[in-house]
């Protein structure tokens, strides 16, 4: 209880310099919390929508549980109507009804505007049923009753400003038709932001399945006291027996199983955006253990005396040292229990955010588990405890007769315990930097990834435990640099950032790990960038490339058509992809994808050939494929290969050519004519064109891209691009992908920099006599603040300086490795590094804002009479 009650007295009589690591914590805590509220949120948003929009039972064509066959004609698998009689009249059926649902539709206003999400949902073209009216309600206007009606979801209506009378029009791999908006409905439920159009049956049918008579799902409701699994087995035997989950031809599944499975596939993408995002805030979690571990430390030197009498008086070892971890315990709970509040605060502002990019979430279904809190305090007491452990032994270490000495003297031990950290820190480091070699030295993607995430930990590590060592030169050749123009008030700070390197080592430390990984990354991006625009110079001679914005989409027909009619085009290359089953001269089989396109596509992409000929592969019941698959199976120049292509017959195709798979523009492609693919799949089984290239005429290619986006016009959902755009669009992918980075390393950044201003704080505490001794013999306010804003800046340099160059050291490493994938150029972005370096002496500067100001405004006399 006495321990309890010290603690507690020194933790509030601290509280203002605990202030700081309180929002570390809390800022830490409040990104896994957030974290976690948001993704659950997510989770929750989209579980209740497909439960609710989900039949008792769904009937699909058994081929339609793979994405690959929903997408390679262009239309999706369906079923004949006369199933839907079969299904009704299985025992327990209330209704049963046929459903078009169609993924690939593009619908554009009268200017040509996309009216699709920007934000990566669907947009859903259906016909309008009775089921419907589970998950919308029509607000005005009325249902499609015949093909020039259309309905739309108001969301969607809103965002674009579609009123009942406007025209719009679908574009489908069928053909385009117009239809005026007849009704706009409102989604009873939370909408996560897909854009959804209502036909008539009819169109639906004729539009998007190429003709009427077919449905892509048959979904059945039970009648009062059936259960689900007794509907499914009801309507299985109806339609032929066998097993549940495919009866007759035809996959079933019950509401749960339907559910599940969407959730399965949204889930996928949600879990990997949580823990990158956990990731992330781990970095700034154990960025905050130093600015803990330093306030600590600082406030065990600065009560050296205090706790040498409470040894006199008889305290124990064990007391001090429980003290100090009960303090730590009181300030991870404090801010762990602010950083969870802070959290659900966070994740409404990401639902915010999402909205606004479309993405529609709802306050309503805010999902805070008892996990929640639960991990936020745990992880936030730990990494506190862990973090005041070191500091609460070296309490508990203070003998009595330091209540005689005066705070912070260090004896042997300390420099026994440098040397050996030195040791240490030298072995992992030289550790660290022999698993980099070996990383960028590897054969194969992934023994070198082990070798660099061991690399990157181990010198992590190393670089945190020797850090100390190293300040003294660092600082040394960064104050001869920077400092010394300052004068006398230039060496004092270097020097006091020399007084203790443990604590400048720390504080550097903490900075040093969000810049080593900015500095990684951007090495890695920037290599990424110039590996990808050399090898489109390499191996890509075509002038213009065609393809759909939205992944999934295929390119028209009729989009086709109008492209091939525009001026100063010398070829168009269409090219699609079949789903085959390969055979080899040794007989392995695998299924991959064959490479269809017309004979022009060995001038637009120009791959290095090993042996024969790219321009026979073209030919008649000919292919041609990579040289690891050649070596792997055997596989030479003229032989056959047995290919079996999905929904069509089986070809001998002959090996005309063997190309190099060193390269990053479709490593491993095998290559064959849209003749030889006609020839043995059905027309209506043909896989839609994926991508088109064309070549301009020598010295027209200006007045061509001008032509061809023109013809493109009415096909907003497509996007046509020459190489200088294209490079430009892999410059901007990774530039994005890299902001985000950036940004969640942020936090651990401003964590980081809140360590140097606990830093600096608690150092002014803690030289309260010695400045007032400056101010005494003649040093102004004005040089105090300034020597103060150098030794920040100094800190930040320091920890600038280690991060960047570990950091690129570890992007060099990686490029090596994605060398291997044929990225072979590292780019160092200099002036990303040099920004970094320099914003860092800016961040430190304002750092010591505070610190500084408070320093200046200390009474001399006051100051001077501090013990």
Do not use: C
């Amino acid at each position: 209880m006495t321990v309890l009650k010290t603690s507690l007295r020194n933790f509030l009589a601290h509280k203002g310099r605990m202030a700081l690591s309180a929002v570390a914590v809390l800022l830490s805590v409040a990104f896994v919390s957030g974290t976690l509220v948001f993704t659950d949120t997510m989770n929750t948003t989209f579980d209740k929508l497909f439960a609710t929009s989900t039949p008792d039972v769904t009937v699909s064509p058994a081929s339609a549980e793979g994405d690959e066959e929903i997408s390679a004609t262009g239309r999706p698998e369906s079923l004949p109507a006369s199933l839907v009689e079969k299904v009704a009249a299985a025992e327990g059926v209330a209704s049963a009804e046929g459903v078009v649902t169609y993924l690939a539709a593009t619908v554009v206003d009268a200017d040509n505007k996309n009216l699709g999400p920007t934000s990566g949902a669907p947009t859903i073209a259906s016909n309008w049923t009775q089921g419907d009216l589970r998950t919308m309600e029509v607000g005005s206007g009325h249902a499609p009753r015949g093909p020039t009606d259309v309905m739309v979801d108001a969301g969607t209506a809103e965002k674009h400003g579609l009123k009942i009378g406007d025209e719009v029009r679908t574009i489908s791999v069928a053909g385009d038709f117009t239809a005026k908006v007849s009704g706009i409905a409102s989604f009873k439920i939370t909408n996560p932001g897909a854009a959804v159009f209502f036909y008539d049956t009819a169109t639906a049918q004729r539009e998007f399945l190429g003709g009427e008579g077919r449905f892509t799902d048959v979904t059945v409701m039970a009648e009062s006291g059936v259960s689900h699994e007794q509907l499914k087995r009801n309507v299985a035997a109806a339609l032929g027996g066998g097993s549940d989950a495919d009866a007759g031809g035809y996959h079933l599944q019950t509401q749960a199983e339907a559910a599940d499975s969407m959730s399965e596939d949204v889930s996928g993408f949600l879990d990997v955006m949580k823990y990158a995002m956990l990731g992330f805030a781990g970095i700034a979690l154990l960025v905050g253990v130093f600015l803990i571990v330093n306030t600590f430390s600082m406030l065990v030197a600065q009560r050296t005396r205090e706790i040498g009498l409470m040894r006199a008086i008889g305290a124990s070892r064990r007391q001090v040292n429980r003290s100090v971890l009960v303090e730590a315990v009181l300030l991870g709970v404090v801010g762990s229990v602010a950083g969870v509040a802070a959290g659900v605060g966070l994740a409404v502002g990401l639902m915010e955010l999402m909205s606004s990019m479309g993405m529609e979430l709802s306050t309503q279904d805010l999902t805070v588990k008892w996990t929640t809190p639960a991990v936020g305090l745990f992880l936030g007491i730990a990494v506190t405890l862990l973090a005041a452990y070191v500091p609460a032994r070296r309490a508990g270490k203070v003998s009595p007769m330091a209540a005689l000495r005066d705070a912070g003297t260090s004896g042997t031990t300390d420099g026994r315990a440098g040397r050996v950290r030195g040791a240490v820190g030298l072995v992992l480091t030289g550790a660290g930097a022999a698993a980099l070699l070996a990383a960028a030295g590897a054969d194969q993607a992934a023994r070198g990834s082990l070798y660099l995430a061991a690399g990157v930990v181990l010198t992590l590590v190393g670089f945190v435990v020797v850090g100390p060592l190293l300040v003294g030169g660092v600082v040394r050749v960064l104050g001869a640099i920077v400092l010394r123009v300052f004068g006398p008030v230039g060496r004092m700070a270097e020097r006091n950032a020399l007084r203790n390197p443990r604590r400048t080592g720390a504080t550097g430390a903490a900075l040093m790990i969000g810049l080593a990984l900015v500095a990684g990354m951007s090495v890695v991006g920037s290599s990424m960038v110039a590996s990808a625009t050399e090898e489109l110079d390499r191996s890509v001679g075509a002038d213009f490339i065609v393809q759909p914005t939205a992944p999934g989409q295929t390119i028209v027909p009729q989009a086709k058509a109008a492209m091939e009619k525009s001026p100063g085009l010398a070829h168009v290359t269409e090219i699609t992809l079949a789903v085959v089953t390969l055979t080899a001269p040794d007989g392995t089989s695998e299924k991959t994808g064959l490479v269809a396109a017309e004979p022009t596509y060995e001038q637009d992409l120009r791959r290095e050939v090993v042996a024969g000929d790219l321009a026979a592969a073209y030919g008649a019941d000919a292919m041609s494929v990579g040289d690891e698959y050649a070596d792997q199976h055997g596989v030479k120049v003229g032989d056959t290969l047995t290919v079996a292509f999905q929904h069509g017959r089986t070809a001998k195709l002959k090996v005309a050519a063997i190309t190099s798979d060193d390269t990053s523009v479709d490593a491993g492609g095998k290559y064959t004519s849209l003749t030889t693919v006609e020839r043995y799949v059905p027309a209506e089984r043909m896989p839609a064109t994926l991508l088109l290239l064309a070549k301009a005429r020598d010295g027209g290619e200006a007045a061509a891209y001008t032509a061809l986006k023109d013809a493109l016009a009415d096909y907003p959902q497509y996007t046509v691009r020459d190489q200088t755009d294209y490079k430009k669009e892999i410059q901007d992918q990774v530039g994005q992908l890299l902001n985000i980075v950036y940004g969640l390393l942020a936090l651990a950044i401003i964590v980081a920099v809140l360590g140097v201003v606990n830093t600096l704080a608690l150092s002014v505490v803690e030289r309260t006599r010695e400045i007032g001794l400056l101010r005494a013999v003649g040093l102004s306010r004005r040089q105090l603040r300034r020597m103060i804003r150098l030794e920040s800046v100094v800190i930040a340099l320091f920890g600038a300086l280690l991060g960047l160059g570990l950091g690129m050291g570890w992007g060099a490493a990686a490029q090596k490795l994605l060398a291997l994938e044929g990225l072979g150029i590292l780019d160092i972005p200099w002036p990303t590094i040099l920004t970094v370096f320099i914003g860092s002496a800016f961040v430190g500067l304002v750092a010591a804002l505070v610190p500084a100001f408070r320093a200046g405004r200390m009474n001399v006399l006051n100051a001077i009479a501090t013990e």
